[in-house]
């Protein structure tokens, strides 16, 4: 017997028609390439998007067509995700700080049909068009008075007036909500990248399970500024969680330093923000050197990378804004778990709950993980036990876009697949996870696991360390044993005997670091990791001292 509800599928294109009849009047706010800041409501949104959608119809673009995008934050990205994937073609995004023959590679692989840019990347789109036959018109998402010209480019179109070539009268279709809606590929930092390709259904849950209280726990009382990239695993999903709840959206375009950062916060009255550390380390230098507070920001969410402990700490204690310890990766859409205390912990001492928040959390509805052993055994959740992290759920990817890499998964005596994230963790009784590492980044010494993130947060909770990596060097001995790579901050002077006389007490004598090296910066990814593969190449001579 099956139940009598209605037969709705769960499409993208409903949250934006949502948004458009119930909170119709709630602002978009962007900081725009052209450098005014643009306003309009989510009403004025979904119409752009249909009109766009139309335009891109008549254009030829039909279900399951790539459309791809190099382009900030901002609402003329919003509405293609809405256009493309209501549409029910798919919406590519392009990580543009990716070396351009890997965007070629990656355009090519997608089969997009057309990519849309904000200018700030016409350079990459000169480099790449050559290389990308398949590509039958780059538009360029600028007003029709600044459209640039190029002889390198085929086809170059402008997004206002391809847009205004759609009618306003178009409806949105319902199909199957499997059909796909998302493309991302992953960074690729060993091999090629990888696609992940989302579906309608999974886009969807994933927006309900981020929105949720004990999740990002939007709603439509906050102003929500997403830093974190469109282009980055769909902005964590907030360009899709704001129009459910009603939020107010404000896009901060291409400059992502501190001070205009924080003047979008004031400004806009900002109660919510989502993004790496590495971008929040700008944002507190520039407070910290103005003397400036907070007057809205209540929370932020944290994620991409481990969120050191000292910084938690500074957002709460210095400046009262709550962060939110994410984690997840671009195979999950990306939201896996997330620290928030639960009625259980509201009694403990601020040191308990601080050591609570300094872990990637715990899992919400829709996602279920477990640690196991080599052989595939699961592992304790005591708080301890260390093993490879497994998750599973309806927006997790059962394979990769083409089939690349073959079957990800690994199958249980039940015969249900679980994906495995490439990460160590523990599993604490409440069911708490905490990253110790990436397998491959896990520093093996005499036959023991040394956390190497555990050794980067208290280097970085040093105040003359501007950020630290660290990195397992080979020992005749014990295979392993770490080496801490530090940038001091400007101005300070800052020792290896200092540095490591700042560890002992505070973790193992045998965790130790055997030496340090300080560098003017540490190489990051296009997603802003610590790319170790880096690392381990520009210290592939180096010899641990005494050896």
């Known amino acids: 017997m099956q139940g009598l509800m209605m037969e709705m599928p769960l499409l993208i294109s409903s949250i934006l028609q949502h948004a458009a009849r119930h909170h119709g009047d709630t602002e978009v706010v962007s900081r725009r390439i052209e450098g005014d800041i643009h306003r309009y409501t989510y009403l004025d949104c979904e119409r752009r998007a249909r009109r766009l959608a139309d335009a ?12 791809a995008t190099l382009a900030w934050n901002g609402y003329r990205h919003m509405e293609l995700y809405y256009a493309v994937g209501g549409m029910g073609a798919v919406i590519h995004t392009i990580n543009p700080r990716l070396h351009p023959e890997q965007i070629a590679w990656i355009v090519n692989h997608a089969g997009d049909r057309h990519l849309a840019f904000d200018i700030t990347f016409l350079p990459i789109v ?17 007003d029709p008075d600044r459209q640039p010209v190029s002889d390198k480019i085929g086809s170059l179109v402008n997004f206002e007036r391809l847009l205004k070539s759609g009618s306003p009268d178009w409806v949105w279709p319902e199909f199957d909500e499997r059909s796909a809606v998302g493309l991302c590929y ?71 330093d501190g001070a205009s950062i924080y003047e979008l916060f004031e400004t806009e009255k900002v109660t919510y923000s989502a993004g790496v550390p590495t971008v929040w380390l700008g944002l507190l230098a520039h407070v910290k050197q103005k003397g400036a507070r907070f007057s809205t920001l209540e929370r932020t969410v944290i994620g991409g990378s481990a969120c050191p402990p000292a910084m938690i ?46 872990k990637q959390g715990h899992v919400i509805f829709g ?15 005591d708080g301890s036990s260390l093993g490879d992290l497994l998750v599973r759920g309806p927006w997790v ?18 015969g249900r697949g679980w994906f495995p994230t490439g990460d160590v963790a523990t599993i604490d009784p409440q069911g708490y996870m905490q990253i110790t590492d990436r397998s491959k980044d896990v520093i093996k010494s005499g036959g023991e696991w040394i956390s190497s993130i555990d050794l980067e947060n208290l280097a970085i909770a040093h105040p003359a360390v501007a950020n630290a990596a660290v990195i397992g060097v080979p020992h005749p001995k ?22 490591l006389k700042f560890y002992e007490g505070k973790v193992a004598k045998w965790w130790l670091p055997d030496d340090v090296q300080f560098v003017d910066s540490i190489p990051l990814g296009a997603t802003g990791k610590i790319l170790k593969t880096r690392l381990r190449e520009q210290f ?8």
């Open 126 to 142: 000169e480099a790449i068009a050559p290389l990308c036959p398949g590509v039958e018109s780059w538009i360029a998402m600028i």
């Open 313 to 358: 700490r500074t957002f709460r204690d210095d400046y009262g804004v709550d962060v939110i310890h994410a984690w997840g990766m671009t195979e999950m859409s990306p939201l896996g778990t997330l620290a928030r205390l639960q009625n259980r912990h509201l009694d403990l001492p601020p040191e308990q709950q601080q050591k609570i928040l300094e």
């Open 56 to 67: 891109l119809t008549k254009s030829g673009v039909a279900m399951g067509d790539r459309v």
């Open 478 to 499: 014990w295979d392993e044993r770490p080496l801490l790579i530090v940038v001091k901050r400007a101005g300070v002077e800052l020792t290896r005997d200092e540095l």
């Open 397 to 414: 990817v059962r394979e990769y876009f083409k089939g690349e890499g073959g079957d990800p998964l690994r199958y249980d005596a039940q």
């Open 540 to 547: 592939a001579d180096y010899r641990l001292p005494g050896l």
């Open 367 to 381: 996602v279920d993980m477990k640690i196991v052993n080599d052989e595939g055994e699961a592992l304790a959740w």
């Open 186 to 256: 992953t960074s690729g930092t060993t091999g090629n990248p990888k696609g992940a390709l989302y579906s309608h259904r999974s886009s969807v849950l994933h927006a309900f399970g981020a929105a949720l209280p004990d999740a990002m726990g939007a709603s439509a009382r906050d102003v929500i500024l997403p830093v974190v990239p469109m282009f980055h695993v769909n902005a964590w999903g907030l360009p899709y969680v704001a129009p459910l709840v009603g939020a107010k959206l404000v896009f901060p375009g291409a400059q992502l």
